[in-house]
């Protein structure tokens, strides 16, 4: 069964923008950007699974800025490229272009806006989550879901990993009022998060 589209993310300051979880085809985000006239500056994925990252290697050629993986995810590029043809996808290409690394850590990004990188192996080796404390938003990618569903049965995925990076997310203790955008699905708010997994023994 395919999945349900994927959430992804465009931030935007100014005429400036950064792409989270290119999801789609270049074409509609390139015709999204015009339309906008916005600037890409570059895209970030949460991790490496196809449904994530499917335009980002195009737009990172087309629009000449960099693209950001972790690097444990980068064998998974090209798995699987016929789950994009499912989605009447365009394959990613032999010679795409190939991300830069990304590790965990406090950056700024379009200038002044604060952003962590938070390590999140479990759903993928390479899984990130990404944190805007002055905003108070996460982008959890696939590693916890609304529902409280996650999975760990795609290429990359441990559950004890998954177990370890819950249980820290937690740990980290977030405002309760931090929105939380996941990789499917509907969004949620971290309080709800926390009361979900208090409850899970983890
Ligand atoms: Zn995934």
């Known amino acids: 069964m395919p999945p349900e589209n994927t959430n992804s993310v465009l931030v935007v300051s100014g005429d400036d923008c950064i792409i989270f979880d ?3 085809r270049a074409d509609d985000w390139q015709k999204l950007l015009e339309s906008r006239g916005l600037k890409l500056r570059a895209i970030y994925a949460t991790h490496g699974h196809g449904d994530h990252i499917s335009a980002a290697p195009e737009l990172s050629r087309r629009y000449n800025v960099p693209w950001f993986l972790n690097s444990a995810d980068v064998p998974l590029i090209l798995w699987k490229r016929e789950m994009l043809d499912s989605f009447g996808l365009p394959r990613i290409a032999d010679d795409f272009v190939k991300p830069n690394d990304l590790r965990a850590g406090a950056v700024k990004i379009l200038g002044d806006i604060d952003m962590e990188i938070i390590a999140a192996p479990g759903h993928s080796a ?20 609304h529902d409280g569903v ?25 405002p309760d009022d931090t929105y939380v955008v996941h990789g499917h699905g509907v969004d949620s708010m971290m309080r709800d998060i926390k009361a979900r997994f208090s409850h899970s023994g983890l």
């Open 126 to 145: 390479g899984g990130v989550m990404f944190y805007f404390p002055e905003y108070k938003i996460l982008l959890s990618g696939d590693t916890i879901f």
């Open 22 to 24: 290119a999801w789609g």
């Open 150 to 174: 996650w999975r760990t049965d795609l290429p990359g995925g441990n559950a004890d990993e998954l177990d370890k990076t819950i249980s820290e997310l937690i740990a980290r203790d977030l």
